[in-house]
């Protein structure tokens, strides 16, 4: 069951570059940076209340949030929620017609478990699920 909404996934050109905008502007606690490699990204985390807000960067040309940037520019990426039992919610979306990019829940950053639904299927939001699974 989704309990609430995890983070905000924000595709970005250049991490360096933003760092001082969302910590020294806007004043969100850094939380850390780092590569996920299956995914092809690099992430950096800032706390924003109970939400979190995720700069990711394309470690690789072919990676997801390089073709997103090369099609729609920097910005809004994703909507992650926060899932108890990310197998069912996977399941009963995909019982439900939803297009599912992943089936079984992948690693993602902040050691969590992460499963993503078409943005065709969900309204032109990309939805990722995360658990701590």
């Given at each position: 069951m989704i309990k609430k909404i995890d983070h905000i996934g924000i595709a970005v050109n250049n991490i360096s570059e933003q760092l001082v905008y969302y910590r020294d502007i806007l004043g969100l606690p850094f939380v850390g940076e780092e590569e996920v490699q299956n995914q092809q990204v690099k992430v950096a985390m800032f706390q924003a209340g109970e939400i979190r807000i995720e700069l990711l960067e394309a470690t690789s040309e072919t990676s997801p949030i390089a073709k997103f940037i090369a099609k729609k520019g920097e910005g809004i990426h994703?909507?992650?929620?926060?899932?108890?039992?990310?197998?069912?919610d996977l399941?009963?979306?995909k019982e439900q017609r939803i297009r599912?990019?992943?089936e079984t829940p992948?690693?993602?950053a902040d050691n969590k478990k992460i499963a993503f639904m078409h943005p065709k299927s969900t309204?032109?939001?990309l939805t990722e699920l995360c658990s701590e699974e």
């Open positions: 994703h909507i992650a929620y926060h899932s108890d039992n990310i197998q069912n399941d009963n979306a599912l990019i992943n992948q690693q993602g309204f032109g939001v």
